[in-house]
């Protein structure tokens, strides 16, 4: 069965510096990997999805995620914070068949200034 | 906007009694998928749909059931409501059933069991 992990359930990082959000999956064939963002009181939006064209890929709102099958992650990066970003970010991972996520735990990003 | 619709926004009710929870997914999307959000389970998948037909199912109590009509918007019904049934309900729609299509979310339905 195919699954992520997500490493750090709160993450806080100063205004300007790096968002670093861990994300490593299992999958016995190769993934479907997106990542989300839940503001509060509100539904999941799509911040990026890697579907093997290109390992780098560009998301919204300046984030942007690498898939490295070797080490089987897809870390969430942003090279400088906004108090905007502050939200829950969740990793999934898609089936080829039928396509049903299977989501991570989240990770709640506090931005202080 | 995802353009995904639910309907209610909030629903208060008491244990043993019996909700739905409506959704309408984006234009031209044929495939509607149910989540759950609790504090203690995380994000769940429930049940997916495409095109009328249940095509998935995950962690769905048999108290609960779903089914998408021909104008292909879904319903979920929640039958002798447990405290524990108290969570955020998402539904999701994509174009269809291929890995690699990104799914739009609705706003959710916030259900409170008394």
């Known amino acids: 069965a195919q699954s992520v992990t997500q490493l750090g359930s709160h993450v806080s990082v100063s205004e300007g510096a790096l968002v670093l959000l861990r994300c490593n999956y299992s999958?016995?064939?190769?993934?479907?990997l997106f990542w989300y963002v839940q503001y509060p009181n509100q539904g999941l939006q799509l911040l990026l999805k890697?579907?093997?064209?290109?390992?780098l890929v560009k998301g919204i709102n300046g984030f942007e995620a690498e898939f490295k099958k070797s080490e089987t992650s897809f870390h969430l990066t942003k090279p400088s914070a906004h108090m905007s970003d502050a939200a829950e970010y969740f990793c999934?991972?898609?089936?080829?068949?039928?396509?049903?996520?299977?989501f991570g735990t989240g990770t709640q990003l506090k931005v202080e200034l | 906007d995802s353009g995904v619709t639910q309907t209610p926004k909030h629903l208060i009710t008491a244990t043993g009694q019996r909700v739905t929870l409506r959704c309408s997914p984006r234009s031209g999307d044929l495939s509607v998928y149910w989540y759950q959000q609790s504090l203690d389970q995380g994000l769940q998948f429930l049940i997916q749909?495409?095109?009328?037909?249940?095509?998935a199912k995950g962690n769905i109590l048999e108290r609960f059931s779903a089914q998408q009509f021909p104008d292909l918007h879904s319903e979920l019904n929640l039958s002798s409501l447990e405290l524990g049934d108290s969570a955020l309900y998402f539904c999701?729609?994509?174009?269809?059933?291929?890995?690699?299509?990104?799914?739009?979310f609705g706003p959710g339905t916030r259900l409170t069991v008394t």
């Open positions: 999934a991972v898609g089936t080829g068949g039928g396509n049903k996520l299977t």
């Open positions: 999958s016995s064939v190769p993934p479907y």
């Open positions: 999701a729609s994509s174009p269809g059933l291929l890995g690699s299509y990104e799914q739009y």
């Open positions: 749909y495409y095109n009328g037909e249940e095509r």
């Open positions: 890697y579907t093997s064209a290109a390992t």
